[in-house]
Each structure stands twice: as structure tokens, then as C-alpha cells.
């Protein structure tokens, strides 16, 4: 019985997304609940997984191509159905009348049946030749950064469609016998740089493959690469074919240059390179414009002095490492802005004009913009204003490790009431942040670092103080409302037993 498999309702909002991967071939054998494709929706992305088992007959979508939802996906032989047999052809007559073939029975399955995994499916093997495993690998290793590199089916053999999925996700290598277990973030960036995860020692729980140790298997093929270079070394012609070549950096071997992001071209100018839109970045893009042109935007500065924050956080990180928390600084400044907003609902509101209201939040959802390999996203803590420090550090830790491993829902990014974006992570001090609309604020903390400071006594001392941008969107929050919820924030961040005690 051959089936149509079409993409499944992927939550509310949400009517299309683009195909990153395929992770089956035409005449393979799948299990039920096996990854079909790979999907990127407006912020996530998602595994589509066979609702049956079978053999895959007909795939009908291409990476890259923007599917709706109700879309068929691939036919599939449903396991145990009856073989789809083709009529045979009538006997040679004298006046032969052609007869139509009766189409098979085509039974749908509803997208119900087939609902979205974000978790992590068995995944088939990518095939990478071993003159782009250098090339890209060298690339990688150079720049630091990795371009997203065009999906590619699969034209290995398939592995056993008997093998049982498991909760870690695993990626068979191009032995059969062979599995190897890693992430889809890591399997995604192993691919991405041109790196067989077959032949790289996993250093993690279970000999689990890290990102550290793809990159570790980089570095080495980068060294080989380099060592190949330097028996012959590069030479450009003046009449080389621009689709071929790019303009090479001083200092810059021909593996390096090759592999750089983008489909090589030609413009007006010079050599240029070319990429698609992700999904994510097309929608990162609407966003921001959005919020742009439709709300006007404030930017107030100022700084926190954390010196005693620090000496308590410092102090306590031990006994929070033991029970197996990191502690850092953005849980208290998590629990600052909560019990804040509390106090300043017209920070933690939204702004209706098509009904010409506003709505008061009696929730603190807090968002937590987390810059992932796909783009940024800003999953939400919910409730943070009832949580702990301790609960809030756990939360920050969970969600840092789904975003980058992919495994988060599309809910998880919705129902936000303030944004919260740490750039001191990076390094950065101050900034603009512009407001994710529908909320009214967002508030970015930059690199706590020591300063000298005027005390009340006169003396100048050395503090460490915390950098605050706080935009809001001037429509709704005026600039005295800004000020004293800022001022808010940083009394409790400059008084550690206040925000230890503070109250939901």
C-alpha cells in the first residue's frame, strides 16, 4: 500500500518551512518514527519522522525547497501491504484499443499522524570526499567560523532499517558496522567543515562526539593540508574563471580560499560569493524591521556597581559547581529584572492599537536571546519571577544546550514579556538593543569590568561595575518610567541580600 507522508501541522503560526536535509534515499527501508527530513522553521528546527515503516518509493521534496504544511513529503510502502502490481499489458489484436493502467490506491496519512520531533532521530550518513574533508577542514580551522554548507542527500548505502532509535542522538558512518553518537548541532557542524565522525574519538559521556573534538579532528586536517600546500604552492592566473577561483587573502592557501562561505561568483566589481537566506535569518530580518519601523526606540546607559555581587558569587561558585550548577552573573541579574518588573508593570506590557488597549502581563516571561549556529533565538524562562537563583542557573544551562544543540520546541519561543541579551559573553559593553515587539523593553548587559570609581567619602577605588542598555519602545514606556525600573534593577544587583530576598 503506498502512502503519502506530507508535513505535519508544525504549531501555531507557522505554515511553511525550508528542507535543510534528507535523510532518507529512494528504495530504502525506514522504521517507524525514523527522521525523513530535516526542516527549519521561522526559529527552530525540527526532524519530520516516518509515521510508518516501509520503503521509501518517491521522494518529493529537494534541500532548500519551502514546503507548506499539507505538503507531500515522500510516497511511501507501507510495511506488510499488499505489492503495488502494474496491470499487464493486453494481448496483440488486430485493432489494439489502449487501456489505462487503474492508478494505485493512494491512502493519505493526516498530519497528525505525523508529528514534529525536535529530539534526535537516527540520522543516515552525509558521503564527504576526502579532497573536501581537507579542504573544508583547513578553511574551518583558519577562519574560526564555519559557513553553512548546502545540504546534499546521502548517496552512501543505507543502514539497517531494524536499528532501534535511541535517546542520544547517532549518526551511522559509511561502515554499516559502525555508530557513532553525537548531537544533531555537532553532527550539522561535522558536516558543515567536512569532517567523517567515523574517525573521530569522542571524548564525551559514552564516547560521545563534542563540538571540541570535531574541532580537534579539524585542526588536524588542517595541518595535513597545510603540509600539502606547502610542497606546491598556489599560483593564480590573471585569466582564471571566476566561477572556479576567489581572490586569496595574503596569506591565504588555495584550500582555505576554496572553501570559504558562499557559492563563488562575479559581479560588476569583482569576485563575490553568494548565499541563500535561511529561514531563521529571513524571519530575523521581518522582525527586526518590523519593530524598526513601527516603534520608536530609547536607549538609556548606565552602570551597576557588582563588586559585592562578585565577591558573593565568586565565594559560593564552589559549593553551586558540587551540586552541579555553574553560577555566573546573568541568573542575578535574571532575578533582578523579574522582581523589577513586578514593581514596573508598564515594562512588562504589550501594546494592542488594533484593539486600542494595553495589556498588563501578571507573568514574567523572561526571553534570553542565545546566539545559536543557525541565528539568534530567544527562548523564554517562564514564571522567572517565582523561580530561585539556583532554579533560574539551571534554567539558563538547560536552555544554552537545547538552543545549540537544536533540541528546543517553537513554543519555547513565545509568550515572551521582556528580553534580556548578554553581550558581555562575547565582550561587549554597551549597546542599542532593539525591542523584540510585542514587548515594550529589553535590556542588554555588557562585560563587567574594573573601573575607577568616586566613592561617597571621596576616595577613588577600584569597582567592578556592570554596563546596562535599556531600549524601550517610547509609545507606551515614557523615559521617568525607564529610569526608576533601571535604577530598580541595579539597587538590587548593588545589594545582593536584598535580591536574595526579594519576592515574587
Avoid: C
Wanted: neutral net charge.
Amino acid at each position: 500500500m503506498s502512502i503519502d507522508v506530507k508535513l505535519p501541522d508544525l504549531g501555531d503560526g507557522i505554515e511553511s518551512g525550508d528542507v535543510l536535509e534528507i535523510y532518507v534515499t529512494e528504495g530504502e527501508a525506514v522504521t517507524k518514527n525514523q527522521g525523513l527530513i530535516e526542516l527549519e522553521t521561522d526559529k527552530a528546527t525540527v526532524t519530520v519522522p516516518s509515521p510508518l515503516s516501509g520503503t521509501i518509493r518517491k521522494i518529493l521534496v529537494a534541500p532548500g525547497q519551502s514546503i507548506a504544511v499539507g505538503a507531500v513529503i515522500v510516497q511511501l510502502e507501507a510495511t506488510g501491504a499488499a505489492p503495488t502490481t502494474k496491470p499487464a499489458a493486453p494481448a496483440p489484436t488486430a485493432k489494439p484499443t489502449p487501456t489505462p493502467a487503474p492508478a494505485p490506491a493512494q491512502d493519505q496519512v493526516s498530519p497528525a499522524s505525523a508529528t514534529p520531533v525536535v529530539s534526535t532521530p537516527l540520522t543516515p550518513p552525509v558521503a564527504v570526499s576526502s579532497s573536501a574533508a581537507a579542504t573544508t577542514a583547513s578553511s574551518a580551522a583558519a577562519m574560526g567560523t564555519t559557513g553553512r554548507a548546502s545540504s546534499k542527500q546521502s548517496t552512501s548505502a543505507s543502514t539497517s532499517a531494524t536499528a532501534p532509535l535511541t535517546s542520544v542522538a547517532t549518526t551511522a558512518s559509511t561502515n554499516a558496522d559502525t555508530v557513532v553518537a553525537a548531537s544533531p548541532a555537532v553532527r550539522r557542524f561535522a558536516r558543515e567543515v567536512g569532517i567523517d565522525l567515523s574517525q573521530v574519538h569522542g571524548t564525551g559521556d559514552g564516547s560521545r562526539i563534542t563540538r571540541d573534538d570535531v574541532l580537534l579532528a579539524v585542526r588536524k586536517s588542517s595541518a595535513l593540508a597545510a603540509q600539502s600546500q606547502t610542497a606546491v604552492p598556489p599560483v593564480l592566473q590573471p585569466d582564471r574563471s571566476p566561477a572556479a577561483t576567489v581572490d586569496v587573502p595574503s596569506g591565504a592557501s588555495g584550500a582555505q580560499a576554496t572553501a570559504l562561505p558562499g557559492t563563488p561568483g562575479r559581479d560588476d566589481y569583482g569576485p563575490v560569493r553568494t548565499e541563500r537566506l535561511t529561514k531563521i535569518r529571513k524571519t530575523i530580518a521581518t522582525q527586526m524591521h518590523k519593530s524598526w519601523s513601527t516603534a520608536p526606540q530609547v536607549t538609556n546607559f548606565d552602570d551597576a556597581d557588582v563588586t559585592e555581587l562578585e565577591a558573593f558569587r565568586v565565594a559560593s561558585k564552589d559549593d553551586y559547581a558540587a551540586r552541579g550548577i555553574k553560577l555566573t552573573s546573568l541568573p542575578f541579574l535574571v532575578k533582578a529584572v523579574a522582581a523589577a518588573l513586578r514593581s514596573h508593570p508598564m515594562l512588562n506590557a504589550s501594546l494592542d492599537l488594533e484593539n486600542e488597549q494595553l495589556v498588563y502581563h501578571d507573568y514574567v516571561n523572561l526571553g534570553i536571546a542565545v546566539d545559536s549556529p543557525r541565528g539568534l533565538v530567544v527562548p523564554n524562562i517562564r514564571n522567572a519571577h517565582q523561580m530561585s537563583i539556583p532554579d533560574i542557573a539551571r534554567a539558563l544551562a538547560d536552555m544554552a544546550q537545547r538552543v545549540r544543540s537544536g533540541e528546543f520546541s517553537v513554543s519555547e519561543l513565545r509568550g515572551g514579556t521582556f528580553t534580556i541579551s548578554n553581550l558581555g559573553a562575547i565582550g561587549g559593553t554597551y549597546s542599542t538593543p532593539i525591542v523584540n515587539v510585542p514587548e515594550v523593553a529589553i535590556l542588554l548587559v555588557g562585560r563587567t569590568r574594573r573601573l575607577p570609581v568616586v566613592m561617597d567619602d571621596n576616595l577613588i577605588k577600584p569597582r567592578q561595575m556592570m554596563p546596562l542598555s535599556l531600549s524601550y519602545d517610547h509609545r507606551l514606556v515614557d523615559g521617568g518610567a525607564a529610569t526608576r525600573f533601571l535604577n530598580d534593577v541595579i539597587g538590587l544587583l548593588e545589594a545582593p541580600s536584598r535580591l536574595l530576598l526579594a519576592l515574587s
